[in-house]
């Protein structure tokens, strides 16, 4: 009954037309992004920040904005990778995998509407999921104290670096270097300030949206500086559009297996998306025989897998992001600079101070889910067109969008120059295949890790046992170490596939 | 593997500069059991461990571009600089119509199309700012007009 109340009250601020107009023009906007090669969710919704931020929208307006774009960017990233072989982030790497190969053999639109069908189906259930869940888990969550805090971080940073990455040592040095990022500026609880060198422009220390912006947009630019935009202008031509309807319903079991699996993915902090198209593309393949089941050579049900895990996960990534204020995935880590950038402290409090957020934007979410199911199968066509735009134009674009939102945002050179100095980091960390996501994570968190260890110490009086006094901070710890070590003994058992190459 | 290793040197060496500038941290009389330099220096020491680690298990060497595509990406950083410096002075038109001119050269170096798209971008991308997200943004020099 108080879901139907608290739903009631979310559709009364979602359905006023402002907001209404707000969440089809971010899923528009959204798509559009996801489509474009080389950009995806994260470093679009990162670029689109400091914009929205500029535009003085109130926090539930700016919100569903940007959570309509992300989700937007999430469906349009399919598009791309199926036409075009390009992934616009990693979780969508496993879309082109059968994707790619069915637009090949000429069924570039049954992929597309097939792939359309499942992000509606994962999203919607995850936003279900979400709206179930969610209150729950925040009931939960006012039992946690500093140390309970202290080791959900620990958490999220070590499924980061475990079981959603390749090399635990790269990944765990990138959450050090995030970590580290946040020390610098003034120190919370002596008021001193740290390691800033004695540079004024870092006693507030570093903006974590010029690191975004820089890790994600700017190194962006320079990836494609260094492949001259190469692979990118060849693609597949798009005929006509039917709806393969005896595929979609011999995928319906599919998506349902995929959605529950991305859902779980997504609500465990700091494995996100990546890991739920991942784990849903490679026990569909398992569940249906394997090596016989065609997955790889252009089987649909390899681009209903996927996409649904995916999207799921994106919705599942919002749970811990909200109740929790832990993110679960790159995109929410953005979602999560977003939030602290209007002000907004997620977490338990969240659902009862400021119910009319949390619910305006789950009902937001329902409706972008029908309006991107509009945009993405009968109006797809409109969106294909936008793939060709050469990255010669699209990249300078992305470029001065960067330099102009974080400009609008600081007004000062320092924080551009610093930008570009992350946008070579970015570059640098990506051949060098270290993740950065962590060290955006590091960055949002770093402050708030620390104080909940010292507020812990505080109440223990400097005690260390007092980290695992109780139940649950034990569990998280345990979960914590098993998550980031148990790769070493599965790795070997479930192996990523590799991109295909032509 | 060479230059994993190397990375992981500069990590370490960073680690402990890290290191050595958490212990000049001033604290003040107000304190708290855990202070301001613990966890900046937890942190040091899992980074020079991971710097370690990297030096032992290196992971396979990657492809690195030539020297010409180095190159490209020496002039976009410049270029990227002089933009973050004269965008202010110079106003938003003319730095933007030439940064993004050299951008588009970089990635595919053909002169006409790589001078429409700046002046392209800059008119456009200026009458979206303007316009629809009312930044304040100078268009010129000032005292131009």
Same mark, same amino acid.
């Given at each position: 009954m108080e879901l139907l109340t608290n739903l009631a009250l979310g559709f009364s601020v979602a359905l006023s037309p402002f907001t209404l107009f707000l969440a089809v023009a971010g899923c528009f906007l959204g798509t559009i992004i996801g489509a474009l090669p080389g950009l995806g969710p994260s470093n679009g919704v990162a670029i689109l920040i400091p914009l929205a931020f500029s535009l003085g929208l109130d926090a539930t307006s700016s919100l569903v904005l940007m959570t309509a774009v992300y989700y937007g960017a999430m469906y349009g990233g399919r598009i791309s990778s199926i036409l075009l072989n390009i992934p616009g982030d990693e979780p969508a790497l496993m879309t082109t995998l059968d994707g790619y190969p069915m637009a090949k053999a000429g069924r570039a639109g049954d992929a597309l509407v097939l792939s359309g069908f499942a992000s509606f189906f994962g999203a919607l259930f995850a936003t279900i999921g979400l709206m179930l869940l969610a209150p729950i888990l925040s009931r939960i969550a006012y039992q946690f104290g500093p140390a309970e805090y202290f080791a959900l971080y620990l958490l999220a940073f070590s499924t980061l670096g475990g079981i959603a990455s390749n090399n635990q040592a790269k990944a765990a040095l990138a959450s050090c270097i995030g970590l580290g990022i946040a020390m610098i500026g003034l120190d919370n609880q002596t008021g001193m300030p740290r390691l800033t060198g004695g540079n004024l422009h870092l006693m507030d220390g570093i903006d974590f949206l010029v690191a975004i912006v820089g890790l994600f947009a700017v190194a962006e630019v320079f990836i494609f500086i260094e492949s001259h935009g190469r692979g990118s202008s060849i693609g597949v031509k798009l005929d006509k559009v039917t709806l393969p309807v005896r595929e979609l319903v011999r995928g319906i079991g599919t998506m349902f297996r995929c959605s529950i699996i991305g859902f779980i993915a997504g609500v465990l902090p700091g494995a996100g998306a990546s890991l739920g198209s991942f784990l849903a593309y490679v026990s569909e393949k398992k569940w249906r025989g =394997?090596?016989?089941? =065609?997955?790889?050579? =252009?089987?649909?049900q390899g681009v209903i897998a996927p996409e649904a895990g995916n999207n799921s996960a994106a919705g599942g990534a919002l749970v811990p992001m909200l109740t929790l204020g832990v993110p679960g995935s790159g995109t929410t880590a953005v979602l999560l600079a977003l939030l602290m950038t209007l002000n907004i402290t997620p977490g338990p409090t969240l659902f009862t101070d400021r119910p009319e957020v949390v619910w305006g934007l789950i009902a937001s979410l329902l409706i972008a889910n029908f309006v991107l199911l509009a945009m993405n199968v009968p109006l797809v066509k409109i969106f294909v067109k936008i793939l060709t735009v050469p990255p010669w134009i699209l990249l300078p674009g992305v470029m001065m969008v960067s330099f102009v939102g974080i400009f609008s945002l600081t007004g000062s050179y320092f924080d551009l120059l610093l930008m570009i100095v992350f946008g070579i980091i970015g570059w640098l960390f990506r051949k060098l295949d270290i993740p950065t996501v962590p060290i955006i994570l590091g960055i949002l968190l770093g402050k708030h890790m620390e104080d909940a260890l010292r507020r812990a110490m505080i109440l223990s009086d400097g005690d260390w046992t007092y980290l695992f006094s109780s139940g649950i901070s034990i569990g998280l710890w345990a979960f914590a170490v098993l998550g980031f070590i148990a790769p070493f003994f599965v790795r070997h058992l479930i192996r990523k596939p590799q991109a295909i190459t032509d | 593997m060479k230059s994993d290793r190397l990375f992981g040197v500069v990590v370490i060496l960073g680690a402990l500069a890290y290191a050595a500038g958490a212990l000049q941290i001033q604290t003040s009389f107000m304190s708290d059991p855990v202070g301001s330099k613990t966890f900046p220096l937890i942190l040091a020491g899992v980074a020079a461990l991971c710097g370690l680690v990297m030096i032992v298990r290196p992971d396979a060497e990657p492809d690195w571009p030539g020297l010409a595509t180095f190159g490209n990406l020496a002039i976009s950083v410049a270029v990227m600089v002089a933009y973050a410096y004269t965008i202010k002075p110079l106003g938003f038109m003319i730095p933007t119509a030439i940064c993004a001119a050299i951008l588009s050269y970089q990635i595919s170096p053909r002169a006409l199309p790589a001078t429409l798209t700046g002046v392209g971008l800059s008119i456009g991308l200026f009458l979206v700012f303007k316009y629809a997200l009312g930044l304040g943004l100078q268009p010129f020099p000032k005292g131009w007009f």
């Open positions: =394997g090596e016989r089941s =065609g997955f790889g050579t =252009g089987e649909p | -």
